[in-house]
């Protein structure tokens, strides 16, 4: 059964920072694809960045670049996400997801669809 926690939202004014982080509870957490989602009050859950599990690819979505930062600790079984610059468009909450790559399809990181296991999300809001 895996887990996964999100952890570290809050209520920041735009311009400002925060970290998120989701740990999971996996035997071999270098071996799943790790992606983080967002959604909107009245809006649909979307893509917001992925990591590939040798931690050597990343991808962001259009909205988020260059202001968003994924990585992972595989030793500490943990993903994170730096969030700077972050302005109101940004509250949502944010999600964490999984995927064992042997279940994962190449390409298909900004799908929904393509991880199984998900957190509960931890809310971000961002003041004007």
């Known amino acids: 059964q895996v887990q996964l926690v999100e952890s570290g939202g809050g209520l920041v004014q735009a311009g400002g920072s925060l970290r998120l982080s989701c740990a999971a509870s996996v035997r071999t957490f270098s071996s799943y694809a790790m992606g983080w989602f967002r959604q909107a009050p009245g809006k649909e859950r979307e893509f917001v960045a992925s990591?590939?599990?040798?931690?050597?690819?990343?991808n962001y979505a259009d909205p988020v670049k260059g202001r968003f930062t994924i990585s992972r600790d595989n030793a500490k079984n943990t993903m994170y996400l730096q969030m700077n610059s972050l302005k109101p468009e940004d509250t949502a909450v944010y999600y964490c997801?999984?995927?064992?790559?042997?279940?994962?399809?190449?390409?298909?990181?900004?799908?929904?669809?393509?991880?199984?296991?998900w957190g509960q999300g931890t809310q971000v809001t961002v003041s004007s």
């Open positions: 990591i590939a599990w040798t931690n050597g690819n990343t």
């Open positions: 997801a999984a995927q064992p790559i042997v279940r994962y399809i190449s390409g298909t990181y900004r799908s929904l669809t393509a991880y199984d296991y």
